[in-house]
């Protein structure tokens, strides 16, 4: 394709649009009015930043256009010092794709000098440029004049007005967008296209391969690249006083008498409490109901099939494999749909920016950011939509770290396993009258996975090292309302991209563990079958029948593999106090931890799995080997506690850390990591006893 | 290095204070600085100190910036 940047758009023809500007200057809310729902998300080959592609259609007097338009991510230079700023800047100059037919720099009209830096750059690529003066509703409150045909006349480009919010000046923008040049105007002498290309990466590795010592290029690039902007802001400083009309003082009052509670000693963090229990609350308990109507029009579904489909190998895969797999990954929606709502009302109200400012000092030293705290707050609720929330972490070390220690917090799913647990080996005993023993017990297992996030992410900040140098000089943006419909989309967004990236991982293993569980050594399982039918024939009452299917699963269940392997590992988890039919209930919920309940009942032919008080009863029933003891005594649930509290045991977190990270060797330490430390503890832990 | 220590750096600045930037210390902070709009020559007021005394805020040219007082201290300020 021939995309020589003088060449004027042809009517009815395909635009490529790139999106560029500040981080805050309102480029995703620009972004959204434009395309509203009619968005792509993919990625970027080689990095973890999300490609956010939309479409517009529209005519213009007789000539169609349709735009495709990329919501680059947020930078403040053609100098990368981010991952996200280095897509940005390789785009731009086509290094990896034909560079876009038009680039729209997005600018903070009420901001213009700082932003004009980056819109100085791009005109100097000699690519179509259209500059937008975004929220010019806030120019205009603070009584800021821009000059628009003069900034048109000193730029050399195209420039208009926009208010994304009420949607004004988008129209002009399209028609603005098919009329894009080439500036004439040049914001450094001699700067050419090439130069740009000096500070990317790619460039980088090849010096470094080159000289195996890229110490004096960079510091001549450095050199370089501070001259560039004194000498741009120099110029920008000119076009600033010749354009720009703003009140000697500036009145930003609003914003800073609410900072002054939302950053106040005692306030601050009294609000940020109430802000993380508002959140937590709501993925806990709210996302409760649409979870309970999807797991249970899943389970209706599934009695529906099992009912109808004629019996046999593929119906009982497409029922307890893909169907049972498929409710696996849907009902997390709720939850990710509600925290990603929280977040962007956080984000873009500006409160996001006060967290990490009034949490930094006190993160830092675990080697975490301010911004840690939403995921691993969150992280209490469910890790998944935690860790699809770190994107707001810009510096990578911290947000691997938070992405890596987010699983350790107790999440909903270890709750059943918590109750059944301790309710197998405590008495209901009152402490101090009010206080119930049980619950001091589930108290401190939130305690231990707290602790443990804690500690493992200091020993991290020690072990991690990462190129890229870390920064806090961050922006904090004036209040604003969050624009709900934005938040919206974003939302949509990130449920398509769990569902279509982790989704295939997570069905991918439901179905194995499906087989596991549901096939074996062929000989002793034909058997079985045969047993079992028989004997079903012979049954005189429901009842009995029921009792029979139950007894008849458990000993299924025993001749599978899955029952096979955990055997085999018997002598692997014996020093955590644990048998075969606990290693069973370890690879079947291996899956997700919350079906550690369900196998165990089903291993204990316990009638009704839904309620914890018949898997309980069979529990405690169980005795010891030749002896009178109960075997689930104090020693063992309290390892098989620590054990939970600290293993991996869910295949929907592993697939987000791998879609967030693109690393299968970060995915694998984490789980390496977390089961070591669940099998030490327990160990140490039944030993004590 | 005697001249250095003795210079007013960002982070001993008080809330409410204000000062011009003269220079910077530490090359690739420098450039990240500039681009946030603290160019030599240019006026900054210390707006806000988080509660665990850092990081700190700064407002200039007309809008707000955050940094830890680490950073802050590779700007050298005007006397």
Request: include cysteine.
């Amino acid at each position: 394709m021939e995309t020589s940047p003088q060449k004027i758009i042809n009517s009815t023809s395909k635009i490529s649009v790139a999106l560029i500007g500040n981080p805050n200057s309102g480029k995703t809310t620009l972004f959204n009015a434009l395309t509203g729902l009619n968005q792509k998300t993919g990625n970027y080959p080689g990095v973890t930043v999300d490609k956010h592609l939309g479409f517009t259609k529209f005519k213009i007097s007789e000539n169609n256009y349709s735009l495709s338009i990329t919501d680059l991510p947020g930078a403040y230079s053609l100098y990368p010092k981010s991952i996200d700023e280095e897509v940005t800047c390789k785009v731009l100059l086509g290094i990896e794709n034909n560079p876009p037919n038009v680039a729209v720099v997005v600018t903070d009209a009420s901001n213009l000098k700082r932003h004009l830096l980056l819109a100085t750059q791009v005109i100097d690529l000699k690519i179509p440029t259209v500059l937008v003066l975004n929220m010019i509703d806030e120019a205009n409150a603070q009584e800021i004049k821009i000059d628009i045909e003069e900034l048109k006349r000193v730029l050399g480009i195209e420039v208009v007005s926009v208010n994304s919010r009420n949607k004004e000046g988008l129209e002009e923008l399209k028609n603005k967008i098919t009329l894009a040049n080439v500036s004439t105007n040049s914001f450094y002498e001699n700067i050419k296209l090439e130069t740009f290309k000096l500070g990317t990466s790619d460039f980088r590795k090849a010096i470094e391969n080159q000289f195996h010592n890229d110490k004096i290029y960079r510091h001549q690039l450095n050199k370089f690249e501070e001259a560039d902007s004194l000498y741009r802001f120099n110029v920008i400083n000119y076009i600033f006083a010749k354009t720009v009309k703003s009140p000697q003082h500036i009145t930003k009052s609003v914003s800073e008498k609410i900072d002054k509670i939302l950053t106040h000693p005692v306030f601050g963090y009294g609000i940020l409490f109430l802000v993380l229990l508002i959140v937590f609350q709501c993925i806990f308990f709210i996302a409760d109901y649409p979870m309970g109507w999807i797991e249970n029009s899943f389970s209706f579904f599934m009695q529906k099939a099992a009912a109808n489909l004629p019996a046999g190998q593929l119906s009982d895969l497409l029922v307890n494999g893909i169907l049972a797999g498929l409710s696996g990954i849907v009902v997390f929606i709720p939850q990710i749909a509600l925290l990603f709502f929280f977040i962007g009302l956080l984000e873009d109200s500006g409160y996001m920016a006060r967290v990490s400012f009034i949490m930094d000092k006190l993160f830092r030293r675990f080697g975490l950011n301010g911004k840690s705290v939403i995921p691993i707050v969150s992280g209490v609720a469910c890790a998944v939509p935690s860790i699809l929330g770190t994107r707001t972490i810009s510096n990578t070390k911290e947000r691997l770290i938070t992405i890596f220690v987010t699983p350790l917090m107790s999440c909903s799913a270890r709750l059943p396993v918590y109750t059944l647990l301790i309710s197998l080996m405590m008495p209901d005993k009152q402490i101090l009258g009010i206080f119930n023993l049980k619950g001091f017990a589930l108290m401190g297992m939130y305690l231990l996975g707290f602790a443990a996030t804690l500690i493992t992410a200091f020993i991290l900040k020690l072990i991690v090292k990462t190129k890229e140098k870390s920064y806090f000089i961050m922006e904090m943006p004036v209040y604003r309302t969050p624009q709900l419909k934005s938040i919206g989309i974003i939302v949509v967004n990130k449920i398509k991209i769990f569902l279509w990236e982790a989704g295939k991982i997570i069905l991918a293993i439901s179905i194995i563990l499906w087989y596991l569980s549901s096939h074996g050594p062929s000989k002793s399982f034909h058997i079985l079958e045969k047993n079992y039918t028989e004997q079903e024939t012979w049954a005189e009452s429901k009842a009995k029948r029921m009792e029979l299917r139950a007894i008849y699963e458990s000993h299924k269940l025993e001749a599978s593999y899955a029952g096979w392997l955990g055997k085999k590992m018997e002598p692997i988890i014996k020093p955590l106090g644990f048998d075969w039919k606990i290693g069973i209930a370890l690879i079947t919920s291996f899956a997700a931890r919350e079906v550690f309940v369900g196998t165990m009942a089903t291993i204990y032919s316990a009638n009704d799995k839904e309620s914890n008080k018949s898997v309980r009863e069979k529990l405690l029933k169980e005795k010891e080997n030749n002896s009178e003891k109960p075997k689930y005594n104090e020693a063992v649930c309290w390892s098989l506690l620590v054990f939970y509290a600290f293993a991996m045991q869910c295949m929907s977190t592993m697939a987000v850390v791998y879609r967030e990270t693109k690393s299968w060797k970060w995915m694998m330490s984490q789980l390496i990591y977390m089961s070591g430390l669940a099998y030490l503890s327990a160990f140490v832990t039944y030993n004590l006893f | 290095m005697l001249t250095l220590l003795k210079m007013k750096t960002l982070d001993q600045l008080k809330i409410g204070e204000s000062a011009v930037i003269k220079s910077f210390s530490q090359r690739d902070l420098a450039l990240k600085f500039m681009e946030m709009g603290c160019l030599p020559g240019e006026k900054i007021t210390l707006t806000n100190i988080a509660p665990m005394g850092d990081p700190i805020a700064i407002e200039v040219s007309g809008y707000q910036l955050s940094m830890r007082k680490k950073e802050a201290s590779t700007v050298l300020l005007e006397e």
